[in-house]
């Protein structure tokens, strides 16, 4: 059984900065690639970024490029999101997740989730 705990989510103001950890349990950690993903209320959850299972890849929705950044240490069983120049339209809760499948943006290719960690940016 994989488990994954989120931390790190908190209230900020616009421009500012947050770090998200996903700590996971299990062995094969280092066997997958890890996704983070947001769901805002009302709205669905949307991909926003992912990590190759080496952290040699990664991938960024465009509302976060250049802004977020996703990376891994897998000494620690831990991914990470970086998350600078923070936009009220951010506000979301953000889940990490365990990729499955192929196709990194889409959250059906991932098995295993977290229960998410509330992010809110005031304006």
């Known amino acids: 059984q994989v488990q994954l705990v989120e931390s790190g989510g908190g209230l900020v103001q616009a421009g500012g900065s947050l770090r998200l950890s996903c700590a996971a349990s299990g062995r094969t950690f280092s066997q997958y690639f890890m996704g983070w993903f947001r769901q805002a209320p009302g709205k669905e959850r949307e991909f926003v970024a992912a990590?190759?299972?080496?952290?040699?890849?990664?991938y960024y929705a465009d509302s976060v490029k250049g802004r977020f950044t996703i990376s891994r240490d897998n000494t620690k069983n831990t991914v990470y999101l970086q998350m600078n120049s923070l936009k009220p339209e951010d506000t979301a809760v953000y889940y990490c997740?365990?990729?499955?499948?192929?196709?990194?943006?889409?959250?059906?290719?991932?098995?295993?989730w977290g229960q998410g960690t509330q992010v809110t940016v005031s304006s």
């Open positions: 990590v190759s299972w080496s952290g040699g890849n990664t």
């Open positions: 997740a365990r990729g499955s499948g192929t196709l990194y943006y889409s959250s059906r290719n991932y098995d295993y």
